[in-house]
């Protein structure tokens, strides 16, 4: 219920969701076994970080600034502990719920709150080795929320420097998990971007991490971002044996072992995955055929993807000169709108009505284009 409300609520509710500032509760930390503290960390910049992933940090993670030879006071460190470790990993579940139900772009500037208390409570805290371990995971892995939401959102450079973030926490967390799931992301914005090179390097680089996690999907996903590298790059055989590895990994099952953060990935993504690859090499019947698919195969509450789905069907039947099939499906997708706010997927679905407006005689697209015109300007 509150994923599917806290929209109409405002910022206020909106923070209640994800996290800010809301304790946990005794009975959500008791038993945890967190030692008394033991110890400060301070977290360097992302200079550890690949340079191909460095960028300029965006303010959401900005502090006051510091001028040499001139330090400011230093507060008294803060005790960290179970309760606020909690916090930062419930605001990563809670972050990706509501993602998946509507988008990023309502959540973006808001998540961000959550991350820079997370990265305070990481310089300036003072806690055990077991609380350290996990508040630098939870930490990174907010990082990478907070940089998917951005991607999604259109802020490309932003997501870029929220990964570096994250890679530089994995690197020295020497947390596998961790770097796995940066390389990820990392491999999908580069690919949105128009780096296929950069995609291809850090999908292999996730997968060279993942080996050591016994995670089948895993190495299953990291192998369809490496499948959409090489399909940008036309390189349709290296494309197709990556497609083969990564069904054939993905056929193994889930695991225990698989991280939480995959809980999206299954038989629709995997489908809606590949067909962004057909979509690339300019196949358009397999591409379209996968992305109904996908649709078809979507779970219910998975909202936003839904919409992409049908955004990226879209876009396929109007590569295949389907002008009727093309706003048919335009047409499904932007009657979600009002459910979904993702400025990626309203990109995609103005680059199809552009396309599209030349042929406004058919009478699909005439509607099609009124209902989208309606939708954009509401």
Same mark, same amino acid.
């Given at each position: 219920?509150?994923?599917?409300?806290?929209?109409?609520?405002?910022?206020?509710?909106?923070?209640?969701?994800?996290?800010?500032?809301?304790?946990? @509760?005794?009975?959500?930390?008791?038993?945890?076994?967190?030692?008394?503290?033991?110890?400060?960390?301070? =977290?360097?910049?992302?200079?550890?970080?690949?340079?191909? *992933?460095?960028?300029?940090?965006?303010?959401?993670?900005?502090?006051?600034?510091?001028?040499?030879?001139?330090?400011?006071?230093?507060?008294?460190?803060?005790?960290?502990?179970?309760?606020?470790?909690?916090?930062?990993?419930?605001?990563?579940?809670?972050?990706?719920?509501?993602?998946?139900?509507?988008?990023?772009?309502? *959540?973006?500037?808001?998540?961000?709150? @959550?991350?820079?208390?997370?990265?305070?409570?990481?310089?300036?805290?003072?806690?055990?080795?077991?609380?350290?371990?996990?508040?630098?995971?939870?930490?990174?892995?907010?990082?990478?929320?907070?940089?998917? *939401?951005?991607?999604? @959102?259109?802020?490309?450079?932003?997501?870029?420097?929220?990964?570096?973030?994250?890679?530089?926490?994995?690197?020295?967390?020497?947390?596998?998990?961790?770097?796995?799931?940066?390389?990820?992301?990392?491999?999908?914005?580069?690919?949105?971007?128009?780096?296929?090179?950069?995609? *291809?390097?850090?999908?292999?680089?996730?997968?060279?991490?993942?080996?050591?996690?016994? @995670?089948?999907?895993?190495?299953?996903?990291?192998?369809?971002?490496?499948?959409?590298?090489?399909?940008?790059?036309?390189?349709?055989?290296?494309?197709?044996?990556?497609?083969?590895?990564?069904?054939?990994?993905?056929?193994?099952?889930?695991?225990?072992?698989?991280?939480?953060?995959?809980?999206?990935?299954?038989?629709?993504?995997?489908?809606?995955?590949?067909?962004?690859?057909?979509?690339?090499?300019?196949?358009?019947?397999?591409?379209?055929?996968?992305?109904?698919?996908?649709?078809?195969?979507?779970?219910?509450?998975?909202?936003?993807?839904?919409?992409?789905?049908?955004?990226?069907?879209?876009?396929?039947?109007?590569?295949?000169?389907? =002008?009727?099939?093309?706003?048919?499906?335009?047409?499904?997708?932007?009657?979600?709108?009002?459910?979904?706010?993702?400025?990626?997927?309203?990109?995609?679905?103005?680059?199809?009505?552009?396309?599209?407006?030349?042929?406004?005689?058919?009478?699909?697209?005439?509607?099609?284009?009124?209902?989208?015109?309606?939708?954009?300007?509401?």
């Amino acid at each position: 219920m509150r994923r599917r409300t806290f929209l109409a609520g405002g910022s206020t509710a909106l923070a209640t969701v994800i996290g800010i500032d809301r304790p946990a @509760s005794a009975a959500q930390v008791a038993g945890a076994g967190f030692g008394p503290a033991v110890g400060r960390s301070a =977290l360097p910049g992302a200079e550890f970080a690949a340079p191909s *992933l460095l960028g300029t940090a965006p303010s959401l993670l900005g502090t006051e600034p510091v001028v040499p030879g001139r330090p400011g006071p230093v507060p008294p460190p803060r005790k960290v502990g179970a309760a606020e470790v909690f916090g930062v990993e419930q605001a990563v579940r809670d972050i990706r719920l509501a993602d998946d139900a509507h988008g990023a772009d309502a *959540l973006y500037e808001l998540a961000g709150q @959550s991350l820079r208390n997370a990265y305070l409570l990481l310089n300036e805290g003072e806690y055990s080795a077991e609380t350290e371990r996990r508040l630098q995971s939870g930490a990174g892995e907010l990082a990478i929320s907070v940089g998917w *939401l951005a991607h999604d @959102s259109n802020r490309l450079g932003d997501a870029r420097s929220f990964y570096a973030e994250a890679l530089a926490t994995a690197r020295m967390a020497g947390d596998p998990a961790l770097e796995a799931h940066v390389f990820c992301n990392s491999a999908f914005l580069a690919r949105d971007a128009g780096r296929p090179r950069e995609a *291809l390097r850090a999908a292999q680089a996730g997968q060279c991490a993942a080996r050591e996690l016994d @995670s089948a999907r895993l190495l299953a996903l990291l192998a369809m971002r490496e499948a959409g590298a090489w399909a940008v790059l036309r390189d349709r055989s290296a494309c197709e044996r990556a497609i083969g590895r990564a069904y054939s990994l993905f056929d193994r099952g889930p695991s225990e072992t698989d991280p939480e953060w995959m809980s999206f990935f299954g038989e629709a993504e995997i489908a809606g995955l590949q067909s962004q690859c057909w979509s690339a090499l300019e196949d358009w019947d397999r591409a379209s055929d996968q992305a109904a698919l996908a649709i078809a195969l979507q779970e219910p509450h998975f909202v936003r993807n839904r919409v992409l789905y049908t955004a990226e069907l879209a876009h396929d039947r109007l590569g295949r000169g389907d =002008l009727a099939g093309a706003a048919h499906h335009g047409s499904a997708a932007v009657a979600l709108f009002g459910e979904v706010r993702s400025a990626r997927i309203r990109s995609m679905l103005a680059d199809t009505a552009g396309r599209l407006r030349p042929h406004v005689a058919v009478p699909e697209v005439r509607r099609f284009l009124i209902g989208y015109e309606r939708a954009a300007a509401a």
